[in-house]
């Protein structure tokens, strides 16, 4: 197949790289070429690091690289594609003009999928003419370990369109599961309940953030603790998630005030360097500040 990844961050190069993997012939599209050599960088790292491990042999590697190209033309990224990923930000603006630029350019049977975690894709299929084609194919980070991939079905979502969702994501060795377009689906909105209790547990002084995310790898064997995934995934896109469910479902997601303080203050976790966590190269090397007064 021919797959076309829009945006060429963390998600998006996770996810033109296992599509490389499994043999598909992919371009990867970004607003700023330094964005995509970004993108196509780490994931040469990746398979690096994957070789080092033997996961990945070096033949295997080159040629995931052989099948993988970048652009910053939308046009030459999606015109031949049999299926079009976007992972831009998560802005449902961004997202109607980004979907409503790649109708123009693809064939009537072309597959628009978005990586959103939390946006209704009921919306984002609405700015499209055609939007039986819509699906949401939400994946995880990092997306060359994390083997699900949830499905999301927009009310407009042909049976067709679904079915071939399903051989797309079996096809790239991931494990689908399909959920309805619902606020944070199922994934999002369980993740980020835990979250946001964890949280408000660090704000109370209930027990340190290291010993929170200790409770959950080691009392339910989670591979990551949520204080720990928040910082990852980043607090600013936490927050945006949280006001999002809180208009949608309610105030039990009301996002508690050390999060907004947080991001107020530019602690938006692993990308920044400081989030509940310090962070130096990529790993944690402190705790920010004295969890019992944040």
Known sequence: MQVAVLGAGTMGHGIAQVSAMAGHD?????????????????????????????KVTQNEADATLNRLSGTTSLEAAVTDADIVIEAVPEEMAIKHETVTDVESHVAPDTIIASNTSSLSLTEIASALDHPSRAVGLHFFNPVHIMKLVEIVTAEQSSDETVERAHEFVEGIEKTPIEVMDSPGFASSRLGVALGVESMRMVEEGVASPEDIDTAMELGYN????????????????????????????GERFKPPQILKRKVRAGKLGKKSGEGFYLWEDGEVVGTSGDWGDS
Do not use: C, T
């Not at 964005?35 to 040469?44: P, Q, S």
């Not at 928040?230 to 479902?249: A, P, Q, T």
């Open 26 to 54: 992919v371009q990867v599209r970004d607003i700023d070429e330094e964005f995509v050599a970004d993108g196509l960088a780490a994931i040469e790292s990746n398979l690096e690091a994957g070789i080092k491990r033997d």
């Open 222 to 249: 989670h591979p990551m603790g949520p204080i720990e995934l928040g910082d990852v995934v980043g607090l600013d896109v936490r927050l945006d998630i949280l006001e999002y469910l809180r208009e949608e479902l």
